[in-house]
């Protein structure tokens, strides 16, 4: 840091630079295409998984999609800007906040693909669901234990993050894409580590039990320092959610302001050596980002009908709107993009 403790740009770059991976040992489609070449042995055939995997999946789907036509009201979600205690119940039941944690751990160890799936048909029904079940399995406490967790530490927490709710605290009032600037803090105590900080749009950080929370470790004698990663239960003393925001969309989700005055973890509460914790968030987030397009595919996927349905529907000049050229170019589009969408994802 400069003598004012601002970071400047080459100290920014330079946290950021050390949290990607040193080498890439697997090829990408994307890559390839940039350089000229078109490697479709990586896409196709498609991999559709084992029959088990499949058959697991679809039983779950079909339950899922039971409840999700029964059992929730839209517009009472978007109407209350909160999704009620017993559509969170029903989800828990179905065990919806397992889905990506291995049946060794009580999960149901759904696929990559399911999952997705699974994300596209509760976003066709409110945004505010996917986000829900995505930042607590793809973000919050499941993805990052799953990933760099000890043995212990997964014992301990993906059985409870089956039946509990997790938050991923990551950003703060003056932190987005700069995590150098982090300023949270978690200073060693003994065998334990006091925080102390304010974390900004922690969604699921309203009603989460378990947090993961990144936070600068000083370095000093003994400790290597730098950003850090712990799981903290949410009701340890010293945390105070002092904000539930509010959006113009996404109505229903649980993300708040979220302040840490000497919250003391103990050093098993850590995941990960300190200083990795900005590695362990960035990969984190990078498996994250594969929820976010399968819930634009579900909403996609609405739109579609909708569209359909209504253009059949309505009648102008004699026919449906949806049989005149200028309407049909339209829908057409609607279909082709949410095509074009799935298939990615």
Request: net charge negative.
């Amino acid at each position: 840091m400069t003598a004012t403790g601002e970071v400047n740009e080459r100290q920014a770059r330079q946290v950021a630079e050390e949290a990607r991976e040193a080498r890439w040992d697997q090829p990408s489609f994307g890559k390839e295409l940039f350089l000229g070449r078109l490697r479709l042995d990586l896409v196709h055939p498609y991999p559709r998984g084992s029959a088990e995997a499949m058959e697991r999946g679809e039983a779950f789907l079909a339950e899922l999609r039971e409840f999700c036509e029964t059992q929730i009201d839209a517009a009472v979600i978007e109407r209350e800007a909160q999704i009620p205690d017993k559509v969170i119940q029903g989800l828990k039941g179905l065990g919806a906040f397992g889905m990506k944690i291995g049946v060794d751990y009580e999960g149901l160890g759904l696929s990559q693909v399911y999952y997705n799936k699974a994300l596209a048909l509760v976003g066709s029904v409110h945004p505010a669901l996917g986000a829900l079940l995505s930042a607590h399995q793809s973000i919050g406490v499941p993805q990052p234990v799953s990933m760099f967790g000890t043995t212990e530490q997964k014992q301990t927490w993906l059985p409870r993050c089956t039946r509990e709710i997790s938050a991923f605290l990551l950003t703060e009032p003056d932190v987005g894409s700069d995590p150098a600037r982090l300023h949270a803090t978690a200073t060693p105590d003994g065998d334990d580590y006091l925080l102390n900080g304010v974390k900004l749009w922690t969604t699921n950080g309203v009603i989460a039990d378990l947090l993961v929370v990144m936070a600068q470790v000083p370095p000093g004698e003994g400790h290597k320092g730098g950003i850090t990663a712990f799981v903290i239960e949410a009701d340890t003393p010293g945390i105070v959610v002092t904000n539930r925001n509010a959006f113009m969309g996404l109505r229903g989700i649980e993300n708040g302001l979220t302040k840490l005055t000497d919250v003391r973890v103990p050093a098993a509460n850590r995941i990960g050596r300190e200083g990795e914790g900005l590695k362990i968030a960035l990969t984190t987030l990078n498996v994250g980002r594969l929820s976010l397009p399968a819930v634009c595919t579900g909403a996609a996927k609405w739109c579609v009908k909708i569209a359909r349905e209504w253009s059949k529907e309505r009648v102008q000049w004699g026919r449906p709107v949806g049989e005149h050229d200028a309407v049909a170019g339209k829908v057409a589009f609607i279909a082709a993009t949410a095509y074009g969408i799935e298939s990615m994802v």
